[in-house]
């Protein structure tokens, strides 16, 4: 039985990242072109320094490129390395962002922290409480709702950041390092969130790691080497059967 194809959610073309001049130039990223599908789980390997940092902030409209385009669903947000939309509202509704610590406001609950970005979106008090703590619940954390960071575990405050990421329903979903500071066990748990994510929201995931104990979890495995990307012939068992 042959598998449908799945819609392409994020198309990258050439994107490049120069740094600096002449003698100080430095080619971050070198032109790179991928696509990622709705419901797959990529990770990103490579050494420190490789670029894949650099990749994953561009992506996530952070960083802008040098030159090149990127078209997230049907909206061309970057053509020929300038913005024709607005980058912040593309980021708010489009991709959520795990990075390796989970930069967690140390004011805020649990709760609060993931409720903030839907009610950023414009969604309502009442909606934002009821979908935040239905996250957080579904991620083993209801008895932590009323919790500060600072009382969570570093698992526990990595949960509630990937709440925060995900519950608006991104498109894209880009994770820079989330298991490094996690046991293996727990870094695991985390890969496993994000499959389920990917394939019960028909987001696209982009992990970059270093941690290849998870690679049987993800559909496709990119690698990056002195600025340039290319892709492994073979993932692990994270695919659709």
Not at 36 to 51: K, T
Not at 55 to 84: A, D, H, K, M, Y
Not at 198 to 205: P, Y
Request: hydrophobic share 40%; net charge neutral; proline share 4%.
């Amino acid at each position: 039985m042959t598998t449908p194809a799945r819609e392409t959610v994020l198309h990258a073309e050439n994107l490049s990242r120069v740094y600096g001049e002449g003698n100080m130039r430095v080619e971050a990223l070198k032109p790179t072109s991928f696509a990622a599908r709705a419901g797959e789980v990529m990770a990103i390997l490579g050494p420190s320094g490789s670029g894949k940092s650099t990749l994953l902030t561009i992506l996530g409209l952070i960083n802008p490129p040098t030159t090149g385009s990127l078209r997230i669903g049907n909206v061309q947000v970057i053509e020929n390395g300038q913005p024709r939309t607005s980058l912040e509202r593309q980021r708010r509704q489009q991709i959520g962002f795990v990075f390796q610590r989970s930069n967690l406001i140390p004011f805020l609950t649990a709760h609060e922290n993931v409720r903030l970005s839907l009610e950023l979106d414009g969604v309502s008090s009442s909606e934002s409480r009821g979908r935040a703590r239905a996250m957080l619940e579904n991620l083993g954390l209801g008895k932590r709702l009323d919790s500060l960071p600072a009382r969570l575990s570093g698992g526990e405050a990595q949960r509630v950041a990937i709440a925060r990421a995900l519950i608006h329903q991104p498109s894209v979903v880009l994770a820079d390092e989330p298991t490094a500071s996690l046991d293996s066990g727990r870094g695991r748990q985390v890969m496993e969130l994000f499959r389920d994510a990917a394939h019960s929201q028909g987001a696209a995931v982009l992990v970059v790691t270093h941690d290849h104990r998870t690679l049987d979890l993800v559909d496709r495995i990119l690698e990056m080497e002195d600025g340039t990307l290319t892709e492994r012939a073979s993932a692990g068992t994270g695919a659709h059967t």
